[in-house]
């Protein structure tokens, strides 16, 4: 069972992920202690996890899938969400629930979700780092 935990001081001292206290429709999380945020990396293609995203044009901003609980759900897709940090980890929002791939762009001004595995005509966007979003819409 693998885990998660963040450093703030170059390694000295590693802590869980704190998870957020609601989920992305606002609702409290409750979780059983010890409960913590585990964040996904990419391993390779045949689990095709995007790896955890940040940027140096979107300094504190970092995107990637995960899983609240006592320790990393490796194949359990059912229980992935998309996370966000605006602080550079230290406090997580939930952004969107299921699997999704994710992009930001234009120095971290604007996000764009798109479903994991289902052809998609359309792509989620926000410029406010996921706090509201826009659904666009591909026609053919």
């Given at each position: 069972r693998?885990?998660?935990v963040?450093?703030?001081d170059k390694?000295?001292?590693?802590?869980?992920?704190?998870p957020?206290a609601?989920d992305?429709?606002?609702?409290?999380i409750t979780c059983n202690?010890?409960c913590?945020?585990?964040?996904?990396?990419?391993?390779?293609?045949?689990?095709?996890?995007?790896?955890i995203?940040s940027?140096?044009?979107a300094?504190?901003?970092?995107m990637?899938?995960?899983?609240?609980?006592?320790?990393?759900?490796?194949?359990?897709?059912?229980?992935?969400?998309l996370?966000i940090?605006?602080?550079?980890?230290v406090?997580?929002?939930?952004?969107?629930?299921?699997?999704?791939?994710?992009?930001?762009l234009n120095?971290?001004?604007?996000?764009?979700?798109?479903?994991?595995?289902?052809?998609?005509?359309y792509?989620?966007?926000?410029?406010?780092?996921?706090?509201?979003?826009?659904?666009?819409?591909?026609?053919n």
């Amino acid at each position: 069972r693998g885990y998660t935990v963040i450093s703030f001081d170059k390694g000295g001292e590693w802590t869980p992920v704190t998870p957020p206290a609601t989920d992305s429709n606002g609702l409290p999380i409750t979780c059983n202690l010890p409960c913590s945020l585990h964040l996904h990396m990419y391993i390779d293609e045949s689990h095709g996890f995007q790896p955890i995203l940040s940027q140096d044009t979107a300094p504190g901003i970092i995107m990637a899938l995960g899983n609240i609980g006592e320790s990393l759900n490796r194949y359990d897709y059912s229980g992935l969400r998309l996370y966000i940090s605006d602080n550079g980890g230290v406090i997580w929002r939930e952004l969107y629930s299921g699997y999704k791939e994710f992009q930001l762009l234009n120095y971290g001004v604007f996000t764009a979700v798109v479903d994991k595995w289902i052809p998609a005509s359309y792509v989620l966007s926000s410029c406010d780092e996921g706090y509201h979003w826009e659904n666009y819409t591909f026609t053919n």
